[in-house]
């Protein structure tokens, strides 16, 4: 059984710029979640998706977007980038919207932001 | 303001000896603790996890104690291997109110070291 995947592995953006990251969960997983890594930080909270609408989310500003379609694969999109949005962004799956299922999680878009 | 917190960035322990890892928590809504194992440039892999309703949880060479009234949760990693050198995070999350569970909140992990 295939894994979280993330495309792509690694990314490097210009300040100003917008991005788009995708990941495809473990079939069958219907909730896809979003982190964000930083050094300073650690790993944050950035939203939860499940049939295709936004369930919950982190404390991050609007440029920060996503969606998810029919299939359960999931993108995320930040606009008008920031040095400081450089960090290792993850996706998780997991079967169900929060039912203390454990979350599985993909190896990261590595984005740099110049 | 840090709401779960792992206080040792890093923790050296003999191959072969007990890995006790730590992690202590604020907020008195949080009901499901993980902990995730993550090596360099991959994503965090799930180890074990607990529920609020328990204080002890067993897998294999994997224990986690949960001890609410402290707030405090801990890993014991026995014996300890070579493959065990990674870096641990500590994870909670809370219910939220329509139901399910919120995102979860980390810590900043520890990074075990397994001497041989």
């Known amino acids: 059984k295939a894994g979280v995947t993330q495309t792509p592995r690694y990314l490097i953006k210009t300040r100003g710029q917008q991005v788009t990251l995708s990941c495809s969960p473990i079939?069958?997983?219907?909730?896809v979640s979003w982190y964000q890594q930083t050094p300073g930080q650690g790993l944050q909270f950035l939203f939860e998706y499940f049939s295709e609408t936004q369930r919950n989310k982190g404390n991050f500003p609007g440029r920060f977007s996503g969606r998810q379609f029919s299939n359960s694969r999931s993108e995320m999109n930040v606009s008008t980038l920031e040095l400081g949005d450089s960090a290792l962004y993850l996706c998780?799956?997991?079967?169900?919207?929060?039912?203390?299922?454990?979350?599985?999680f993909g190896q990261g878009t590595r984005l740099t932001v110049v | 303001d840090q709401q779960v917190k792992q206080n040792s960035p890093s923790l050296s322990v003999q191959e072969g000896r007990i890995s006790i890892l730590n992690c202590d928590y604020t907020n008195s809504m949080f009901d499901y603790f993980l902990w995730y194992k993550k090596y360099p440039a991959e994503g965090p892999t799930f180890l074990i996890s607990?529920?609020?309703?328990?204080d002890k949880n067993e897998d294999g060479r994997f224990t986690v104690f949960l001890n609410k009234s402290a707030k405090h949760l801990s890993l014991h990693i026995v014996p300890s291997q070579p493959g065990d050198s990674a870096v641990y995070f500590c994870a909670a999350s809370a219910p939220l109110k329509g139901g399910g569970a919120d995102g979860l909140t980390f810590g900043k992990g520890t990074h075990l070291i397994i001497q041989p």
């Open positions: 079939s069958g997983h219907r909730s």
């Open positions: 607990i529920s609020s309703i328990k």
């Open positions: 998780a799956s997991s079967l169900a919207l929060g039912q203390n299922t454990e979350a599985f």
